[in-house]
């Protein structure tokens, strides 16, 4: 277990976090220039991320949500702080009712953060592209988020209950 | 793992990251205050992409290259393997046809030398190589694999010359004493002389002895020896060899040395004249 006992995690641990939610911003980034065209926006970065808030709420706060935010605007993102404004609302948010959602079902786990994903998609493009946002686009989305929370979840899980 | 609870977040430092970031986004889509780090980091991912990609394509290559490399080792190894085997079918073809060339020259040579079609063609089965160099046995044994009935005492002859005769034949081998076996003796003649060539036991040599004296001896190192048919075996005035030294052993004694035309070592099919010289 690389967590401490004082609710601190090591820098490592952070890291491998970090690495995880760069991994599904890339995936993002490799596999939507594919599906747009079928009117579907992934989006696993921010589902990673939330999916750490959800599950390590009292070791991830708002200086982690800040952090992982700017190391991703840096590096995918047009603009800076437009992923940590909504990493650190949504960590607001999850840190807010994440005991009521630990008696969420699947479903409506899968249904809130594929919201809260589709939300993300639906300022990306009213604040940086405005011309191509589209309703479709986030209807098809939010379906589609809302099945890959699941397989994100189980993996996510698995792969923190091994590594973490 | 027991989790702890979750600690009290307090919301002033989530509004300070919110109004933070708000600031920052503020000011970047509207003054592009931090499009040098965008570009720079930008530039980095970049740069570590290609790098990426760079090695990711030499690793790829190598890979093929060591592929491929090794794709053309083995076809390699099978076009030697069939260089190997049409080098050594032309090789028995060529043998084969030199054998059949020679074989065919053998039989017009000593139809036409001796008239005779009564020539019976043997392959070479081992020579007695041991006793050949060093000692007084000069025997060889040829293959019969008809079992042809051989009798004893016929001339055998190899290349243009006779170089022996039958002795006996067993199973399917016919044994050949050789001229130069110390045991055989050959009746020759000169343009001066007739004597009894007996074997010295050294390859291609046999010897006489004359009751002359060499100073009247008409013959010389070089001249040609020939069969004189008096021994009745084999046919006369077929050269056999040259004169290779003229020996004095007395005041009227001297030893003709006559080095053999036919060598066996040279030679891979006999001829068995089936006729004895007084058939003929």
């Not at chain 2, 051989?150 to 010359?161: D, F, P, T, W």
């Not at chain 2, 048919?229 to 009227?252: C, P, R, W």
Request: hydrophobic share 45%; glycine share 6%; with cysteine.
């Amino acid at each position: 277990m690389g967590l401490s006992t004082s609710g601190m995690m090591k820098f490592r641990n952070h890291l491998i976090i970090l690495v995880t939610i760069v991994s599904g911003f890339w995936l993002d980034n490799t596999l939507n220039p594919l599906t747009s065209r079928l009117f579907i926006e992934l989006n696993f970065g921010f589902l990673i991320f939330s999916y750490w808030i959800f599950a390590l709420p009292e070791k991830l706060q708002s200086f982690a949500a800040l952090v992982y935010g700017f190391v991703i605007d840096l590096f995918f993102s047009n603009v800076i702080g437009f992923n940590m404004l909504f990493f650190v609302g949504t960590s607001y948010i999850i840190h807010l009712y994440v005991f009521r959602f630990r008696i969420f079902s699947y479903f409506q786990l899968s249904i809130f953060f594929s919201g809260s994903s589709v939300f993300y998609i639906a300022c990306k493009y009213l604040l940086l592209s405005p011309l191509n946002y589209s309703y479709i686009l986030l209807i098809v989305s939010f379906l589609i988020n809302a099945v890959l929370w699941i397989g994100v979840y189980l993996i996510m899980r698995a792969f923190r209950r091994r590594i973490l | 793992m027991a989790r702890s609870t979750p600690t009290y977040t307090p919301i002033r430092n989530y509004a300070i990251g919110f109004f933070l970031s708000i600031f920052l986004l503020f000011c970047d889509i509207n003054y592009g205050s931090f499009s040098q780090v965008r570009v720079i980091s930008k530039a980095a991912t970049l740069y570590i992409q290609m790098i990426s990609i760079g090695v990711l394509e030499n690793i790829v290559n190598t890979y093929s290259s060591f592929q491929e490399t090794k794709n053309l080792l083995e076809e390699n190894k099978e076009l030697k393997d069939q260089i190997l085997q049409i080098k050594t079918k032309d090789f028995i073809e060529k043998t084969d046809t030199a054998e059949k060339i020679k074989i065919i020259n053998l039989y017009k040579g000593l139809v036409g030398r001796f008239e005779s079609n009564n020539i019976h063609l043997y392959k070479i089965a081992s020579i007695d190589l041991r006793n050949y160099f060093c000692c007084s046995t000069h025997k060889i044994f040829l293959q019969n694999p008809q079992k042809i009935l051989i009798k004893e005492n016929l001339q055998v002859l190899a290349g243009e010359s006779f170089i022996g005769q039958t002795t006996t034949s067993y199973l399917n081998l016919i044994e050949v004493i050789l001229f130069s076996d110390t045991d055989h003796v050959l009746p020759i003649k000169s343009n001066s002389f007739y004597c009894d060539a007996r074997g010295k036991g050294k390859p291609l040599m046999i010897s006489c002895t004359l009751n002359k004296n060499i100073d009247v001896f008409e013959n010389e190192v070089g001249d040609p020896v020939y069969t004189s048919g008096l021994g009745g075996i084999f046919m006369k005035d077929i050269e056999v060899g040259l004169i290779s030294g003229i020996n004095t052993i007395s005041i009227d004694e001297i030893e003709v040395i006559i080095l053999l035309k036919a060598d066996p070592l040279q030679e891979s099919f006999y001829g068995i004249i089936n006729q004895r010289n007084d058939e003929i």
